[in-house]
């Protein structure tokens, strides 16, 4: 998922490419479905298909109507941005986590009635945008506290769960790979969400 949003590919291709390939999945026979889908490497292939539909079908539109996702309304977005702040509020330490945490959640609860306040569907594009930032912040303060024989461990670990994919990427992919292993490790140990709007 991480690999699909640093790609840029947005979160409608995602979502309908997800559909998709449970769609096709459903329509097997009953002897064609020995095999569970049980990752989203399943879904990749058709992920990249809504892509890549998606870019040619944006040709000539509107930048609102290039934005707008069936099922992600206004009302959804602000909950899942108003959910994080809350999270986000928790007590913490050390200090300078808790100063990041409550400023990201200030800033997220001042976009989440933007987005109410906003007429039609929310600009996705500039919102990402905004908690891209504030995601960064998180993880620079994240990072800054975390003991180093912590990161070390992480690395190592993230090390470990890059084998099998070392002689299938080039060195670029794999770099980027062990970078998100470390930075979803280090906000499931702080407990802290993902902002980005894939995680809804």
């Known amino acids: 998922m991480e690999t699909w949003k640093d790609a840029g590919i947005p979160l409608q291709a995602v979502l309908r490419g997800i559909d998709v390939t449970f769609d096709h999945y459903?329509?097997?026979?009953?002897?064609?479905k020995i095999k569970k889908i049980n990752s989203l490497a399943w879904c990749?292939?058709?992920?990249?298909?809504?892509?890549?539909?998606?870019?040619?079908?944006?040709v000539g539109a509107s930048p609102a109507?290039?934005?707008?996702?069936?099922?992600?309304?206004?009302?959804?977005?602000?909950?899942?941005?108003?959910r994080n702040?809350?999270?986000?509020?928790?007590?913490?330490?050390?200090?300078t986590i808790q100063a990041a945490a409550r400023e990201c959640a200030a800033v997220l609860s001042v976009l989440a009635?933007?987005?109410?306040?906003?007429?039609?569907?929310?600009?996705?594009?500039?919102?990402?945008r905004h908690l891209t930032?504030?995601?960064?912040?998180?993880?620079?303060?994240?990072?800054?506290?975390?003991p180093e024989v912590e990161l070390v461990a992480l690395r190592a670990e993230?090390?470990?769960?890059?084998?099998?994919?070392?002689?299938?990427?080039?060195?670029m992919q794999i770099e980027q790979l062990r970078r998100q292993i470390i930075h979803k490790?280090?906000?499931?140990?702080?407990?802290?969400?993902?902002?980005?709007?894939?995680?809804?």
């Open 158 to 171: 993230a090390d470990r769960e890059i084998v099998p994919y070392r002689t299938k990427m080039p060195g």
């Open 85 to 95: 702040a809350e999270i986000l509020l928790r007590p913490r330490t050390p200090t």
């Open 26 to 32: 459903e329509r097997r026979p009953p002897r064609a």
């Open 113 to 128: 009635r933007g987005v109410e306040a906003a007429s039609g569907a929310p600009r996705l594009e500039d919102l990402e």
């Open 185 to 200: 490790r280090l906000f499931e140990k702080a407990t802290m969400p993902r902002l980005s709007l894939f995680y809804m």
């Open 65 to 82: 109507e290039r934005e707008t996702i069936p099922g992600l309304g206004s009302a959804e977005v602000a909950g899942f941005l108003r």
């Open 133 to 146: 930032v504030l995601e960064e912040k998180l993880l620079a303060a994240l990072t800054i506290t975390a």
């Open 44 to 58: 990749v292939q058709e992920v990249l298909t809504a892509a890549e539909d998606m870019k040619e079908a944006s």
